[in-house]
Structures are given as structure tokens and as C-alpha cells.
């Protein structure tokens, strides 16, 4: 018989009709959880929603009670965390055309700057 290749829950049978409901309800939950976050994520909301996302999960689940981070950001003049900011979008590129996409169905490829359009150009030619 083979034990705990699905999933094992530490019980003594793995393959325990009700162990194995417990562990398929567990898998469920947790495919639930992780496509909540991503809904939220995926929605089209401003150019660094990844990093918004970012600080304020840290914030909520690493607090800062020394003021580390803010005095950070003052001794590397905000260098630090425009770094992150602008390395997480390098790597967003469907935020990128999420949003540009959809500011130019409100305004209009016109309403569209230069150094936007080939942003956008860019970021299509990369996703694609």
C-alpha cells in the first residue's frame, strides 16, 4: 500500500477516505486563497499597484517599530524604495499594458504620450 503520496497529514493512513476529504477541502482552501489574491492583484488600478500591494502587505505583516524603513528611505534619499518600485514594474509588464490599454479606451491614442506609447509598444512586443 502506498502511504502519503498524496498528501500526508501525519495521521497513521494517508489514504483514509476522511483524512483524504480533509486534505482535498485543505487543497481547495488554499486554491481559493492564492486566486483571491491574484483577482485582486489583476484588476487594472494605476502603474505601481504591484508595489502599493507590496508595502502594505509588509507593513501588515512585518511592522517596523524602530522606523527602520522610513529612515532608510531618508539616508538613501528615497533611493531605495524607488529601486523596488521600479524593479517590480520591470518585471509587471501585464500591468503595464492592463493600464495602458485601458487609459487609451477612456481618452483615446491620442491623449497618448510619446515616451507612453513606446512604453506600451514595448512592454506588447515583450509580452508577446
Not at 13 to 32: Q, T
Not at 67 to 86: D, H, N, V
Request: net charge positive; glycine share 4%.
Amino acid at each position: 500500500m502506498i502511504k502519503g503520496v498524496i498528501f500526508y497529514s501525519g495521521s497513521a493512513d494517508p489514504l483514509n477516505p476522511k483524512v483524504l476529504i480533509y486534505d482535498v477541502l485543505n487543497v481547495l482552501r488554499l486554491i481559493y486563497d492564492v486566486l483571491n489574491v491574484l483577482r485582486r492583484m489583476i484588476t487594472v488600478h494605476s502603474y505601481h499597484y504591484l508595489y502599493q500591494w507590496y508595502r502594505s502587505v509588509e507593513s501588515e505583516h512585518f511592522p517596523d517599530p524602530s522606523g527602520f524603513r522610513s529612515r532608510m528611505e531618508q539616508w538613501t534619499f528615497g533611493l531605495s524604495p524607488a529601486c523596488i518600485k521600479y524593479r517590480m514594474s520591470a518585471f509587471d509588464v501585464p500591468e503595464v499594458m492592463a493600464v495602458t490599454r485601458s487609459n487609451i479606451c477612456k481618452n483615446g491614442i491620442q491623449a497618448l504620450s510619446r515616451r507612453g506609447a513606446v512604453i506600451y509598444y514595448a512592454s506588447v512586443f515583450l509580452y508577446f
